[in-house]
T-cell receptor, first 115, second 113 residues
Framework: SAVISQKPSRDICQRGTSLTIQCQVD?????MFWYRQQPGQSLTLIAT?????????ESGFVIDKFPISRPNLTFSTLTVSNMSPEDSSIYLC????????????FGEGSRLTVL | GENVEQHPSTLSVQEGDSAVIKCTYS??????FPWYKQELGKRPQLIIDIRSNVGEKKDQRIAVTLNKTAKHFSLHITETQPEDSAVYFCAASIPAGYSTLTFGKGTMLLVSP
């Protein structure tokens, strides 16, 4: 299985601030995604992180709120901007290997609590 | 887009019983159906998957069945153990040129000793 690590694992943030989550994947991973899991809920895709170009966002998510970078094949960041308590969630980095349609591996998640 | 419905939302069984979780999907183009297990505070982990060219797949105590005509698939766990307690998510993927999954809302399985 692919190795995906992300940090921070958890953080408590103040309203109005921004936080950047980092994700590192191994070389088996070709595609990277960011998911949000609100408390007790399912996983919702935020965006696909594209290497060297703008991320592809899903409906309901915008670049100004969730800027994403992927400067190289194995590293991506997700920033949660101007946070409010509604942004309290677990943010999960995930990756897929080339030729394995649909099969996703997940990082441990970053649990954000916004006060 | 794809819509995945999952039932039940919670399932309580006694150790040794079987557990069945059912999912339906909306897009007939979906061709990949994984199941993920998420223990409390942990990452979701793939436990079994099935592709649309097969009807059933087994791996020890777990099995998945797929009915393409009815557009539903199910997870079967036999001889449940307390360590099977977790939230299980089904998902479906369409061949969109890249890997994306639509997840069901999850089933919390509680196995009592």
């Amino acid at each position: 299985s692919a190795v995906i690590s992300q940090k921070p694992s958890r953080d408590i943030c103040q309203r109005g601030t921004s936080l950047t989550i980092q994700c590192q994947v191994d070389s088996q991973v070709t595609m990277m995604f960011w998911y949000r899991q609100q408390p007790g809920q399912s996983l919702t895709l935020i965006a696909t992180a594209n290497q060297g170009s703008e991320a592809t966002y899903e409906s309901g998510f915008v670049i100004d709120k969730f800027p994403i970078s992927r400067p190289n094949l194995t590293f991506s960041t997700l920033t949660v901007s101007n946070m409010s308590p509604e942004d309290s969630s677990i943010y999960l980095c995930s990756g897929a290997r080339q030729g394995r349609t649909g099969e996703l591996f997940f990082g441990e998640g970053s649990r954000l609590t916004v006060l | 887009g794809e819509n995945v419905e999952q039932h039940p939302s919670t399932l309580s069984v006694q150790e040794g019983d079987s557990a069945v979780i059912k999912c339906t999907y909306s897009d007939s183009a979906s061709n990949y159906f994984p199941w993920y297990k998420q223990e409390l505070g942990k990452r979701p982990q793939l436990i079994i998957d099935i592709r649309s060219n097969v009807g059933e797949k087994k791996d020890q105590r777990i099995a998945v069945t797929l009915n393409k005509t009815a557009k539903h698939f199910s997870l079967h766990i036999t001889e449940t153990q307390p360590e099977d307690s977790a939230v299980y998510f089904c998902a479906a993927s369409i061949p969109a040129g890249y890997s994306t999954l639509t997840f069901g809302k999850g089933t919390m399985l509680l196995v009592s000793p």
